[in-house]
């Protein structure tokens, strides 16, 4: 194994991994595969990983590589930094390999500087993609038309697939990661130095962890002061030399408006180098027929065709994909439709995978003449849910609550004039959302399924959620 420089003597003691879950799980067998001993902790004890982590076993480990459920002030985490070890979050771990150990950033016996500038290419050619919604959509979306393309290309980080695991021994040469980072894992990055950055959107989420929405923007902010680390990884070039000046001068970071207006709100200068994508950019230009034709998705295209054009790729490669793409389930999908005696088209919408309220408010976005039958609620991450229910009283017929936070949002549409029931169950809430809606006297009515928070207060996972929800609407459009 060819180590990355900061880690020569950090792997001479067995690494401690927190977390046994898919990321922790594949760290370890990264290490098991180099003949590294790793000891997985979690709480859980889940596969034999150990429940505590003590002042002792701080001291016996020189690195400790984390998933992104441990915050910096996690009681672990603190021990194991004032004993001395190295802690890293397992998007930097990967990194290290990936960018610094992997393609070592040094000239060769007989290479030139442009032999050099093209085997190094690839290895800084990592694509991070963030924001409050749409992130998954726009990584899964990117690694798509790379491989439709013929390229090779993997979806990796927040979407379940860790980062460590495109260094297993088994993987293919892949010369465009795509990495989904989330708030968590880039709240303290300090090696992942991504040539590109889209970062889609931005606005109240996770104030349960980060504990205001200033630190949420600081928290993502990060990706984007660590494209200037590919200074680093020129190995033997001088940091102000022709190559090190190429590399910097081929950075792409597209953002979102609401990525530029938080920026000026906290006082934030985005480099020279960030460009501001804007649906009405789009306008016109999205290939009909594709996903990117609702509201929330348009976003998305706008992003992905700014740094597509900044790459240099032909644009019909990305129009084709477009057309061809469909998104993962729960995200804003028509579940069933029933037409009532009454002529009223009853729409059951899922977007389960909406769990915050940026996400809700794009939804509603999508059906600007429509009467809206809310059906909401979940576990909460913070924000302010009065602001969040005066917002969305302008746009529903009535809400149908749910969950830990609904005598919150019930106390939240007090006043405004919006009808308003909460129910113990997710059948019951769109059962009665279903007779309002079908009783509505319009040609058209959505019954809009985004809860607007997590789903682990009632449900196994969003995806549960949204299957649950599938089938309700269903059984009612049938019946």
């Known amino acids: 194994m060819i180590l990355p420089k900061i880690l020569e003597n950090k792997v001479r003691r067995p690494v401690a991994v927190f977390g046994a879950g898919v990321s922790g799980n594949a760290v370890a067998r990264f290490l098991a595969e180099q003949g590294v001993p790793a000891t997985i902790y979690d709480r859980s004890g889940v596969g034999g990983a150990r429940e505590n982590f003590t002042p002792e076993d701080a001291e ?76 998954t959509t726009l990584t899964e979306f990117l690694c798509f038309a790379h491989r439709k393309a013929g390229r090779v290309s993997v979806a990796v980080g927040n979407n379940g697939i860790p980062m460590t695991s495109m260094l297993f021994s088994e993987m293919p040469s892949i010369a465009h990661p795509i990495c989904e980072i989330s708030s968590f894992q880039a709240e303290c990055l300090r090696y992942f130095s991504p040539r590109s950055v889209l970062w889609t959107n931005f606005d109240e989420d996770h104030i349960d962890r980060h504990g205001s929405r200033e630190n949420y923007f ?54 020279d180098f960030v460009q501001v994508a804007t649906r009405e950019e789009v306008r016109g230009l999205v290939p009909e ?39 993962k389930e729960h995200r804003l999908a028509l579940s069933a439709a029933v037409e009532t005696p009454a002529g009223t088209r009853v729409e059951f919408w899922d977007d389960s995978k909406g769990t915050n309220f940026h996400a809700v408010y794009a939804a509603l976005e999508t059906f600007p003449d429509a009467p809206i039958f809310w059906v909401g609620g979940g576990l909460g991450k913070g924000g302010d849910t009065e602001a969040f229910c005066r917002r969305l009283a302008a746009r529903v017929s009535a809400a ?68 649950q929800f599938n089938r309700i609407a269903e059984e009612l459009a049938g019946a």
């Open 60 to 135: 016996a480990h020189d690195l400790v590589v984390h998933s992104p459920g441990f915050p910096l002030a996690h009681p672990w985490m603190r021990l194991a930094r004032n004993a001395g070890a190295l802690c890293l979050t397992e998007a930097d771990f990967a990194a290290l390999f990936w960018q610094a150990s992997s393609a070592p950033a040094k000239l060769l016996d007989g290479e030139d500087a442009a032999a050099f500038m093209a085997r190094l290419s690839s290895r800084l050619n990592l694509t991070a993609v963030t924001g409050t919604n749409g992130k």
């Open 289 to 327: 027929g594709s996903i990117f034709e609702t509201f929330p998705q348009r976003e998305n295209y706008a992003l992905a065709r700014r740094f597509w054009l900044a790459r240099g790729f032909p644009l019909k490669e990305l129009e084709d994909a477009a057309r061809a793409f469909s998104p």
């Open 400 to 467: 149908f609550l749910i969950g830990e936070t609904a005598p919150a949002l019930a106390a939240g549409f007090a006043g405004t004039g919006v009808p308003v029931q909460v129910f113990e169950n997710l059948g019951a809430s769109v059962n009665a959302a279903f007779k309002a809606a079908r009783n509505a006297g319009t040609p058209r009515a959505v019954v809009l399924f985004s809860p607007g928070f997590a789903s682990f207060d009632m449900f196994k996972s969003y995806a549960d959620r949204g299957r």
């Open 218 to 271: 600081r928290a993502k902010f990060r990706l984007v002061e660590q494209q200037s680390n590919l200074r680093a990884l020129l190995g033997d070039f001088a940091r102000d030399s022709e190559e090190a000046r190429r590399i910097l001068a081929d950075r792409v970071c597209v953002v979102g408006e609401s990525v530029a207006a938080a920026a000026r709100e906290f006082g934030v200068a985005l480099p």
